[in-house]
């Protein structure tokens, strides 16, 4: 008997042991409602930037050119020199069996005053003449870097934004421990000519004075820029992620779950500014992405 007790209770324990098992399961798997995110309005500056790609370029640059088919005879600078105009640069003969006085090589000379960058031959080495189009014909070359440049390039759903005189802030990747600033000098009025593959990149050049350069940034290196293109202060913003746009206007839904239709002005990449509908201390919710109704 007490054998038939004792199998009947671990029957009724097992059994008792999956009803709990299968409730809990019922409620673990009921639908949550969903979690309501609030937001507090408050005000605050909204700053709209525009970032665009560039690089360094000198206020002025010449690229030396043999004038004739010949040789390099003399050399009379290295990579680094500064030059004043007319300072002899460079000397070509027809033939390097000649011999020709120094005083008579009549030698290409500094256009402007700059510094050498560039040195693209030796003495001794042929040179082919400007007229042949070949990258032979390119010998030296000068920059002017009593001024730099940034050159860039807007995409068309930025260009609207910019305006000469909007000053500039720059990164370059070879010099991280300093942020250069700069004003936008020129924006140009078309767009820069594309060959067919890139036909769907649309960008405006951009002409940027670089005010406070130093020797560590060198021509021809990359840019990272930011433009600050307007500022408003003390303005009540709303969160992107809050915003219900319906028929060409724009609501939100309040913390008590009523909707409301609010006007807003400028936008950037975290919110926009309202202007009307909607006052400090507000709360609003988030609309649920799965169309959920809030509690």
Same mark, same amino acid.
């Given at each position: ?15 008792? @042991?999956?009803? =709990? ?10 639908? %949550? ?7 507090? $309005?408050?005000?605050?500056?909204? =700053? ?11 206020? !002025? ?19 680094? &020199? ?7 640069? =460079? ?5 390097? !069996? ?5 005083? &008579?090589?009549?030698?290409? *000379? ?7 960058? %560039? ?15 070949? &990258?032979?014909?390119?010998?030296? *070359? +000068?920059?002017? @870097? ?16 910019? *305006? ?29 000519? %594309? ?5 769907? *990149? +649309?960008?405006?050049?951009?002409? +940027?004075?670089?005010?406070?350069? &130093?020797?560590? /940034? ?11 293109? /307007?500022? !408003? ?9 809050? @915003? ?8 939100? $839904? ?9 006007? +807003? ?19 609003? =919710? ?10």
């Amino acid at each position: 008997m007490k054998a038939f007790f004792k199998k009947q209770n671990k029957k009724f324990f097992v059994i008792t @042991l999956c009803i =709990i098992i299968v409730i809990s399961f019922i409620f673990s798997t009921k639908k %949550q409602p969903p979690k309501m995110i609030t937001h507090q $309005m408050h005000l605050g500056d909204l =700053i709209q930037r525009v970032t665009i790609p560039g690089s360094v370029a000198p206020n !002025k640059k010449t690229v030396l050119t043999a004038p004739f088919r010949g040789f390099i005879k003399k050399l009379f600078v290295d990579v680094g &020199d500064h030059v004043h105009t007319g300072d002899p640069v =460079i000397s070509i003969v027809q033939s390097l !069996k000649d011999r020709i006085p120094d005083e &008579d090589l009549h030698p290409l *000379r500094a256009p402007f005053s700059g510094k050498i960058v %560039q040195i693209l031959k030796t003495e001794g080495e042929s040179v082919e003449a400007q007229s042949a189009q070949s &990258d032979n014909a390119a010998l030296i *070359r +000068i920059d002017d @870097l009593s001024r730099l440049f940034a050159e860039a390039l807007a995409p068309e759903v930025d260009v609207g934004k910019l *305006r000469i005189g909007l000053t500039t802030t720059m990164k370059a990747p070879a010099v991280l421990d300093h942020t250069y600033h700069g004003i936008i000098r020129s924006i140009f009025l078309s767009a820069k000519e %594309q060959k067919d593959w890139e036909k769907a *990149r +649309i960008e405006f050049p951009v002409g +940027i004075e670089i005010i406070d350069f &130093d020797d560590k /940034l060198m021509p021809g290196m990359s840019l990272l820029i930011d433009v600050i293109t /307007l500022v !408003k202060k003390n303005v009540l913003i709303i969160p992107h992620d809050f @915003l219900l746009h319906e028929n060409d206007h724009y609501t939100v $839904m309040m913390e008590n779950g009523s909707s409301r239709n609010i006007v +807003i002005g400028a936008r950037n990449d975290e919110g926009a500014e309202v202007i009307s509908g909607l006052k400090e201390h507000d709360r609003i =919710i988030a609309p649920d992405p799965l169309g959920n109704e809030a509690p």
